[in-house]
């Protein structure tokens, strides 16, 4: 056989493989003819049964193809021939297993089509279902429509139509609870009727709309019958409003808001019926409060009743008046302060206070007017707002209360000569308003600014009548011949110190300086009054004993005497320097002019006369026999002096230690000047004037 190289380019590996096949045995057919064989491929199929075991021996033992291929072929026969063995001794068997197949075939047939009929009938029933599906939807929307048609027109036709049972309330029932729900129903309807556009097209609106009116006018006439009734009820003598309010009226104030919607006019002639039943009757309230109060009123001042002018002139002519503990009461605050922090107790009631015959000042009928007002003005404010939903029908309603409680202000404010009480009057309209602003109610907020902008001018023209009464007064008609406390003084004192404790916690400004201004006026008269003595030393101790008792007065009122309190420390302290030099100068006025003159020299110094023993011998003895003497004088004149014990040993002790500081000085002198040691003798020790300084200091 002749081998033909492919189309490979490998010469090498084509060459090994000619090799190869021939030592296989391969080579020319039986036949002798010679054939093409192509061995494209063959390395391919070469390398995949590389790994093939039989191939693997085939090659390895060197066997022809040949041969091998009849050896197969011989087990190939060997083989069929048992296989035709085993199925002839397994016929029997076969032909019972085509036997079975085939009747399991013809099984499965009839199962095939009983299954097909089955599928048949399963795609007829999914349709019927799908029908079903449809009719179920439409007729479950066709319910829903039914449904909102038939809630659109119940609520149309419960609505519309009048019970029966409501026409019987409203035309004969009673005015109670069933009545106003009845009400409530009616004008529901009358809404529904005027507002939904749909029953304005209604057939049925021609039938119910004529009754409907019918209905209405029915129940505003009876309604306004009733309010009216209940409204005159309000005018009954010792009738309580505020329960009647609260327990009757606001139980029907449904009424209002039905009048308001459907009865107008109605509506307008009850709240007109109101207004005059509450401004009669509060009126008459207020009047009779204010007679009442008038009864139980303390004069404290008069327009003679001021700070410059004569204790004996206004004694003599003033007009009858409750007798006073105290006259100085007129110009000090005491305990009428205590009214400012009573300011939320309750209104007096005027036959309880008259029963026990007591007599008030009238800052205190003025803060129990206003309590009342306050209180029954905030009442009626809320009732208003909440009965008939307005809160200007208030100042309807007060229109006669505030104009009674004007003219009796009024007729009160032009003869109010009392400062203090103007203040106090002050002070608790502003506590008032406070107490207002609190609770939220505004409606008092006008009134209560217009009584105080009344207040303040008329305390500016008290304030000033004592400025004025001050500056004019006549020194000669108040001069007394006395070196304790003029009375004037005293009530300046005080009555500085009421307004500087009614001004602590509101710092005005404008008060500071009429204060400023009175301050100024009394300090002119005191020297004046101080320069009528005829001594110097009178003088002074009549400044120091004003200045003091000034300070103790206003110290007594509290810690806030401010400017006005330093001035007149500094004024006493001053005084009561200039006082130690006159007592000084009375008793020791050889050895202080020495002391001032020659002390200061310097004795070793070259002096036309210097400082000897000769001198200043006759200063020490003279000291040494007296000095015991005149610090009794002193002491005894410094008590008759001063009216206050603290204030003149506080005066004594400065005299005593400025007297130890002149007689330190001049021993000072006597150990620079030659021979001073022989005075030894005559001297008197730092320590003994001590003594005495001490004693006199424990005796008070």
Not at 185 to 190: E, I, Q, Y
Not at 377 to 382: F, K, Q, V
Not at 556 to 583: C, M, S
Not at 652 to 668: C, V
């Amino acid at each position: 056989m002749q081998l033909v190289k492919g189309n490979s380019t490998g010469d090498e590996s084509n060459h090994q493989i000619v090799l190869d096949l021939e030592s296989l045995g391969v080579g020319d057919d039986d036949d002798g003819s010679e054939e093409i064989i192509s061995l494209d491929g063959l390395e391919q199929e070469l390398q995949e049964c590389k790994h093939d075991q039989v191939v693997a021996n085939i090659l390895s033992k060197g066997t022809k193809l040949r041969e091998y291929t009849k050896g197969v072929e011989s087990n190939l026969r060997q083989v069929e021939l048992e296989s035709i063995e085993d199925y002839i001794k397994e016929s029997d068997n076969l032909v019972s297993l085509h036997d079975q197949i085939r009747d399991c075939d013809i099984i499965l047939s009839q199962m095939e089509t009983l299954l097909s009929g089955f599928q048949a009938e399963i795609g007829s029933i999914s349709s019927d279902i799908k029908i079903l599906q449809e009719k179920s939807m439409d007729m479950g929307l066709k319910l829903k429509n039914r449904k909102v048609a038939e809630s659109k027109l119940a609520n149309f036709v419960d609505d519309i139509i009048i019970p029966p049972r409501m026409i019987d309330v409203i035309v004969d029932g009673e005015v109670n609870d069933e009545y106003l729900k009845t009400l409530e129903v009616l004008s529901k309807k009358l809404e529904f009727v005027k507002v939904d556009p749909m029953v304005k097209t209604s057939k049925a609106l021609k039938d119910v709309q004529p009754e409907l009116e019918r209905l209405r006018q029915k129940a505003v006439s009876k309604v306004f019958d009733f309010m009216v009734q209940k409204l005159y009820a309000l005018r009954k003598p010792k009738t309580n409003i505020q329960i009647l309010q609260q327990s009757v009226l606001l139980k029907y104030k449904y009424i209002i808001s039905f009048l308001k919607e459907h009865g107008k006019e109605i509506y307008l002639e009850v709240r007109a019926a109101y207004i005059d039943t509450m401004n009669k009757v509060l009126s008459a309230h207020f009047r009779a409060y204010i007679q009442a109060l008038e009864k139980l009123q303390l004069d404290i001042a008069t327009s003679s009743d001021l700070i410059g002018v004569e204790a004996r002139s206004s004694s003599l002519f003033s007009r009858g008046r409750e007798p006073l503990k105290n006259r100085s009461a007129v110009f000090a605050l005491g305990e009428r302060i205590n009214i400012l922090k009573e300011i939320d107790e309750p209104a007096l009631i005027p036959h309880i206070a008259e029963s026990s015959s007591k007599k008030y000042p009238y800052e205190v009928l003025f803060r129990s007017l206003h309590k009342l007002l306050m209180d029954t003005a905030t009442s009626e404010y809320l009732f208003c707002d909440d009965f008939f939903g307005e809160e200007s029908i208030f100042s309807d309603i007060f229109a006669g209360p505030f104009a009674i409680i004007d003219e009796h202000f009024n007729s009160i404010l032009p003869n109010c000569f009392d400062a203090i009480g103007l203040m106090l009057m002050i002070r608790i309209i502003h506590q008032h308003q406070l107490i207002m602003s609190r609770r939220r109610i505004p409606c008092l907020d006008s009134y209560l600014d217009k009584v105080n902008i009344a207040l303040w001018p008329r305390f500016k023209m008290v304030f000033d009548m004592h400025l004025n009464s001050l500056r004019n007064a006549n020194v000669r008609s108040l001069w007394e011949d006395d070196v304790h406390p003029h009375y004037v003084m005293r009530r300046y004192a005080e009555f500085t110190a009421s307004l500087i404790h009614l001004n602590v916690e509101y710092g005005d400004g404008q008060l500071e300086l009429n204060l400023e201004r009175l301050r100024m006026a009394v300090d002119d008269l005191l020297i004046k009054l101080a320069k009528t003595f005829p001594k110097a030393k009178l003088q002074t101790v009549f400044l120091i004993n004003n200045y003091d008792m000034t300070i103790s007065v206003l110290k007594e009122a509290g810690p806030e005497g401010g400017k006005i309190q330093l001035y007149f420390e500094d004024l006493l302290k001053n005084n009561t320097a200039i006082f130690v030099e006159e007592l000084l100068l009375e008793h020791f006025s050889d050895l202080i002019k020495f002391v001032k003159t020659r002390a200061s020299e310097d004795p070793k110094a070259a002096s036309e006369k210097p400082i000897s023993v000769a001198e200043i011998g006759p200063l020490i003895k003279d000291f040494a026999n007296r000095w015991k003497a005149a610090i009794e004088l002193m002491h005894t004149d410094v008590i008759k002096s001063f009216s206050n014990f603290l204030c003149g040993m506080e005066i004594l002790r400065a005299a005593l230690t400025q007297l130890l500081l002149y007689y330190t000085r001049l021993l000072d002198c006597i150990k620079e000047i030659p021979g001073g040691s022989a005075l030894n003798k005559d001297l008197v020790s730092i320590p003994s004037i001590m003594y005495e300084i001490k004693k006199y200091s424990r005796t008070f």
